[in-house]
């Protein structure tokens, strides 16, 4: 704690992840963490500057900001950074057109997309999407193809939602790498310009910034490999194995995302 | 060819893959591939042993036996190495009570087997059992576990049925296994321990032995791994970039198992 009440004072920037730090998600739209309403209140009154990384993927981040503006947070779609917009750009930019395996309330993300005759294969949370025609449907348009390109969503193991633990994208992700012979292209933490986006939108470089997160390898191992501190919450996902992982230590762990901005703050 | 003449002299024993090989499957039931039926009436009265060794999980052999005599092959249940009884062998051996992510059809395979209050998982091709919801739940029993322990009916990326290409038991295998960093037991083609039963109950040693069958990896890599040669039939799921597999060479290709047999039994 002493510890990192030193290099918190260098904070210029906080990247927050969302779900198991804002909110805990669910069938009936998830319910807040206790004392996150009012800690992001205090960040946006301290000046410091702040940005919601997420990997959500099952809705438009209009529809995303939107929940959480009904469970009282202070956000809007200009503070967030996710994938589905970068997955768009690089879309663009490699005149890609996809066969979209993603959740229904994505869809409008790639609106202005074309998906006629596609050459490569767009993966999200599909969520209740993820049948087992839809699976084998993305796998034809794969498979068909010379060199396939699949472009995923995040790369999470899966995720804690208010009736439990379901598979996040990973893990279908990895299906169709193996079904294919062909490694993924993951838009999203802990993609380092997935990081690097979000810290250019705010404008502080990564030593000025701190990530906090419940996902030990996509938030914390993530933003480290940029040259950010990052701080693991014990709510959402966490597991207390997590802090024996192999590869990734977080610069500290906190209860939840009141108690970092607690710290934080007293810093400033 | 000449080659494969002369090693085909010392042949004692055939294995042969069953779906892709004999029949193609699909959802009415599948059809036979041209001169199988009387390839394998011609393997019986040459007096070569023989031993159908397939990874089918969508069926107990009862049934899958009794679909193959209604399209005319002359088979049995006991001539029939199937990964699902592997399983039950285990299962016992190790006092491991299941958690079943298989086809409905399978589920009397286990009837015999403890599966209160369960210790593993064990999947097999669930096909339209590979269901958003079964998925989660067989990742559940695993991440709750201290140990997780994984059995897989084979690790099959996909196959061909009369309606298209559909993702087989290994994608979902690697689903499991990545979600929960776990890696799965394969039980069935290409591990060795099958073979090798296949290869007792004929009594046949492996240099003395054929395998036959459509999956470059499963069928051909898995035996030549147990010293047998190995052909690749261009039926199935056959496609000519296995023509040029990075690791697997088989012994020789044919046409389909009708060539396979008319060389084979001009060698005796």
Known sequence: RREMAAWARAVRGLLLDVSGVLYDSGGDGGVPIAGSVEAVRRIKASGLKLRFC???????????????????????????????????????????????????????????????????????????????ANLNEAFRVLIGMEKPVLISLGRGRYYKETDGLKLDVGAYMKALEYACDVQAEVVGKP?????????????????????????IVNDVGGAQRCGMRALQVRTGKYRPCDENHPHVKPDAYVNNLAEAVDVILQQL
């Open 191 to 215: 993609a380092k310009a997935f990081f690097e986006s979000a810290l250019a939108e705010m404008g502080v470089p990564p030593q000025e910034a701190i990530m906090i997160g419940d996902d």
């Open 54 to 132: 997420t990997n959500e993927t099952q809705a438009t981040r209009e529809k995303f900001v939107k929940k959480l503006q009904g469970m009282g947070f202070d956000i809007s779609v200009a503070e967030v950074t996710a994938p589905a917009p970068a997955a768009c750009r690089i879309l663009k930019e490699r005149s890609l057109r996809p066969h979209l395996l993603v959740h229904n309330d994505l869809v409008p993300e790639f609106a202005e997309i074309d998906k006629a005759n596609p050459n490569c294969v767009v993966i999200g949370d599909a969520a209740e999407n993820f049948t087992y």
